[in-house]
């Protein structure tokens, strides 16, 4: 895998992680804002600059693309090397919980 | 015109916080921001005073896709006023925010803004210094013409202000980098 592109991302912001985990399927911004409201029990609201500025740098990173455009909104949809790097920081993050859990 | 007033007040590329402050007091006071032209005239008009938040972004690729840079801002709320120089205000009422809400929610995308700001208008002002005052300033130095202490005063009163906006920014930055690693 690129390594650049995983130095680069993880480990991850909070609000990097859940975009690429909703763009498995195929969204625009606002609409992941709202899912990750639901899946966090409104705990996390990503703001409209966070995630602009976190868009475009996923684009240009090439963890995402562009897929089209509806109603002045992106739609975006995550790549296999957004995948392969998600997948990466997944197993951080399980660590992480397997070793808290130990502690416990 | 009655219920309209223009105030001059200076800004450094790096003062968008005070900025922000200062249009979200001036609302309080009952006067809506209407627009900002260089070099730093601000019209408002009367309104009901209120509190609202004023952010501003600094996203060179968010105004080159305009339409669907200011879509995502209004989704959630924010109601965007103008663009000038690359920076784009925007407000929301506090009335309409759940708790504390700002255009960015988290350090590294602070960061990320500051370094767009970085790359956008700094690199090309310092540029300027360099090829501009330094020159200037060592051949005011060899100058012997009966005004080169005024030209010598004025441009080292212009390095001043350089280095000081150089610094100030350095600062910020520094201070965020701290909070980052913390």
């Not at chain 2, 009901?48 to 669907?68: C, S």
Request: glycine share 6%; charged share 30%.
């Amino acid at each position: 895998m690129d390594v650049p592109a995983r130095k680069v991302h993880i480990p991850m912001t909070e609000a990097v992680f859940y975009i690429l985990l909703c763009l498995r399927e195929e969204s625009h911004g606002y609409n992941i804002i709202r899912k990750v409201e639901e899946l966090t029990d409104h705990e996390i609201r990503i703001s409209p600059g966070t995630m602009y500025g976190n868009l475009s740098k996923l684009e240009k990173d090439g963890l995402i693309q562009f897929v089209r455009e509806e109603k002045k909104r992106r739609i975006y949809c995550i790549t296999d090397l957004g995948k392969d790097v998600l997948a990466l920081e997944m197993k951080r993050v399980e660590r992480l919980y397997r070793n808290m859990m130990e502690a416990r | 015109m009655k219920g309209m007033k223009t105030e001059l007040h200076i800004f450094t590329i790096a003062d968008w916080e005070k900025e922000e402050q200062y249009l979200r007091k001036r609302h309080r006071e009952g006067w809506k921001f209407v627009k900002v032209n260089l070099p730093g005239f601000y019209h408002f008009e009367r309104c009901k005073p209120e509190d609202v938040v004023y952010q501003l972004d600094y996203n060179q690729e968010g105004l080159e896709h305009k339409e669907e840079y200011v879509q995502m801002f209004k989704d959630c709320g924010w109601e965007y006023v103008q663009d000038l120089g690359g920076y784009c205000y925007f407000r929301k009422p506090v009335s309409e925010m759940q708790g504390e809400e700002e255009i960015f929610c988290d350090d590294e995308s602070r960061l990320d803004m500051m370094r767009r700001v970085f790359a956008g208008r700094y690199w090309p002002f310092f540029i300027l210094l360099m090829l501009l005052i330094l020159p200037n300033l060592s051949a005011q130095f060899q100058n012997s013409d009966a005004d080169a202490p005024v030209l010598l005063v004025l441009s080292l009163i212009l390095l001043a202000i350089y280095v000081w906006v150089a610094a100030s920014f350095g600062y910020r930055y520094w201070k965020i980098i701290k909070r980052l690693r913390k």
